[in-house]
Structure formats: C-alpha cells, structure tokens
C-alpha cells in the first residue's frame, strides 16, 4: 500500500452548476398555435409561407405559447435569420420594441432567443440578436458565451470573443464558472482545445464558488476525453510528466483529492439519460486512467479517512473493486483511518449487494469490527429490521 499523509482532502463531489435542458418547443395549446406553425414551416423551409402566417398577427410581442415561448423563440429555435427580419420589420425596426422582444424570456428556464441560437449554433440568428439582447439579464442563470460553450458551438463563441469581444474567461453571477469550466462539464473535449488553442482560455481559473479547475470538472462528469485534452495541455505548458502534473493537481490548495472525487462520482442521479451501470463504467475509466497513467495515489485517504478501495465500496463499483484488489494488490480488509470500516462493511452500510458478494469472494473478512464495535453482518441485521430494502443483503450474509 502506498502512503501519504495529506489527510485533509475532500471526497464528496462539489456542487457544480445544474445541467440545464435543452430548449424544445412543443405546444399544442391555441395560444400557441403560431409558434407550431412557424417552427413546422422553418423545419421545412417554406419561407414563402411565414409571411402568410405572421399577416394576421398584430402584435409579435404579445404571442407567446403556455411555456413563454414568444415568435422570435421559434425563429432562433429553427436557425431562421429570415423569419427574424420580418419579425422586426413587424416591429417597423424600432430599436427598443426590437430591444424589448429580443430580452422575452422563456417561462421555465428564462431563456432570451439568443440564448436558443448560441444554444443551437445558429451563427446567422445570433448576430441578428447581439445587439439588442442584454448579455447577463436579471433572470437569465448563463450568459450567450456560457451557453454556446456548455452546447459545444465553436463557430459561435469564435464569433462572441474575435467580433463581439467577449471576455473568454467570463465568469457568470450564480456560479462562477468560466465558458472552459463548462464545455469540460459538458463533455466538449473539441470545444475544450478550441478554447485554449485558439481562444487563449486560461484553464488555471478557478471557479468562485468551488475553487474548481477546469480539469477537476472533467473528472466530476467522468469526461475522460476531455481530461486528457487537459492534461495534454497543462502538461506541454509546464513541461513536466504526467505524473508530476497530477501530484500537483493532488496537493494544490483546493484540497480537492481528484481520484477520490471520480470514484465518489459514480451515481447517475442528475441525468436521466445514463444509466448507472454506465456512469459506473465511466467512473472506472476515469479513475484507472488517473492511476495508470497519471499514477494517482489510490492509498491517499481524504478528510474522513478513508482510501480509493473504500469509496469504490461505498458507491458499489465491483469494476473498481475488483482492479485494487486484483491488479493493485489492495488489502481487502483495510480500514478508514478514523472510524475503522471495512470496505465490506461500507458495502453492506449502503446496500449493495453485488459488491458485497464480489469482497466476500476477494477474502473479505466479515466478523471484523469497526470503532462502535459493529460487523457487516450486525449492522445489516439492524438496518433490515427498519427498511425491507436491506433484508436480501442480510440474507445473503447470514447464509455465509
């Protein structure tokens, strides 16, 4: 086993700014009936008949469907940069009625039509609407530059930062995150280098809430192609190894222990669209990637004690715990430094039955005690007789 004596490091995940959804438009209601019949026209592209349909309207301002959505919504949702103009010519191009329908905002997620287009990467719509839309609006979360990273846009934010003159390492209100802190978030590896490479983002800012780097983002969202476009990056400018660049990553003031913090992130409950087995898959890449190839101490235990084995145990990861045990030669029955668990015992503490048998099978020994002088299978005797969840598990282990 390795040793390190940092022990001040933290392994929950951070909080990080929630993934925000992507803008659908589909309303059926009469108030909406507009919008439908301008989106289903732009899909097609019958511009012939958007004049048709905006005739009869009298005031583009006010039409709006159940969810907010106003006509310039559905033209920058359609990436029409003629429906935007005749939209405008409906307002005889008066600046501040222009000004006015270009800062609507949607019900739900208070989004401007600019932020649809950069959200999009519709180029033509976007520098329609700059001008006239307020860039970090009251009720907006993300100002256009943030959402056109978080959505991979590259045309876009070369547009927002060479032509408009956009701070590439702005820093939005709520949260603090720079346009590079997100597209690592998001999983844009390719707007992750196009950032640094082409628009000069600083990939050493930290986030003011947090006190994240970029990087540590990646490793949050289990984005490993985009960690090692970081890697790649902070290594060249540095010229240093791999290894020497996770060590400082590691002991950096942040205290954030960043192969701790990919294992503690191996639950899929923000995004209904991973499965757990897969964000458990994509956890185990990350976190052998940072051991093999950036020889991340898997040892180090963070502010509660406990090590890389313990986490896996404790989120349920048999890839995980199967690679420390099996091909890092892991204790099987080591204990956190504080309160003197098992990795069997964290195992069984929050349920999961298929790394309990998998420790079983490694040689975990269930009798030991932790401080309070429980064993795995006192501990799950009790927890089944208040929750039936728990009555498998201790079912299994009693038959051992």
């Not at 019900?107 to 649809?116: C, G, H, S």
């Not at 923000?270 to 994509?282: F, G």
């Not at 204790?331 to 956190?336: E, F, M, R």
């Not at 269930?366 to 089944?384: F, M, Q, Y």
């Amino acid at each position: 086993m390795q040793s390190n004596n940092n022990n001040n490091l933290i392994t929950t995940p951070p909080s990080q700014p929630p993934f925000i959804r992507k803008t659908h438009i589909q309303d059926q209601s009469d108030q909406g009936k507009f919008i439908q019949q301008l989106i289903q026209s732009g899909i097609h592209q019958q511009q012939g008949d958007l004049s048709l349909l905006l005739d009869p309207i009298t005031n583009v301002l006010s039409e709006r469907d159940s969810d907010g959505h106003s006509l310039l919504h559905a033209a920058a949702f359609i990436g029409s940069a003629t429906l935007v103009d005749k939209l405008f010519e409906k307002l005889q191009f008066n600046p501040e009625k222009m000004k006015e329908f270009c800062n609507l905002t949607t019900a739900q997620d208070k989004k401007t039509a600019l932020m649809i287009a950069c959200e999009r990467g519709h180029l033509d719509v976007v520098k329609k609407l700059y001008d006239y839309t307020d860039k970090n609006g009251k009720e907006t979360l993300f100002a256009p530059i943030h959402v056109a990273a978080i959505n991979g846009q590259n045309k876009v934010l070369e547009y927002l930062v060479k032509e408009k003159g956009e701070n590439v390492d702005s820093q939005q209100d709520v949260y603090g995150y720079t346009p590079l802190h997100l597209a690592a978030q998001y999983g844009h590896a390719e707007t992750v280098a196009y950032l640094i490479d082409e628009l000069n983002a600083n990939k050493n800012i930290q986030c003011t809430t947090e006190r994240m780097l970029p990087i540590h983002t990646a490793i949050l969202n289990n984005n490993l192609e985009v960690l090692k476009a970081l890697v790649h990056r902070h290594s060249q400018d540095v010229k240093t190894s791999n290894a020497k660049f996770y060590e400082t990553l590691s002991n950096d003031h942040i205290h954030i222990n960043p192969l701790l913090l990919a294992i503690a992130n191996s639950h899929a409950e923000d995004d209904k669209n991973v499965t757990h087995s897969e964000t458990l898959k994509a956890s185990a890449e990350m976190v052998k990637f940072l051991v093999n190839e950036l020889n991340a101490d898997y040892s180090l235990s963070g502010n509660n004690g406990i090590s890389a084995l313990h986490m896996a145990a404790e989120t349920g990861n048999c890839e995980l715990i199967k690679f420390f045990v099996t091909e890092k030669h892991e204790n099987v029955n080591q204990l956190t430094d504080i309160t003197k668990d098992t990795p069997l015992y964290l195992a069984v503490i929050n349920n999961h039955l298929e790394a309990t048998k998998l420790l079983l099978e490694l040689g975990a020994d269930k009798d030991i005690e932790n401080w309070r002088g429980n064993t795995p299978l006192s501990v799950v005797k009790n927890l089944a007789s208040k929750n039936d969840d728990y009555q498998p598990l201790y079912e299994f282990l009693q038959s051992q």
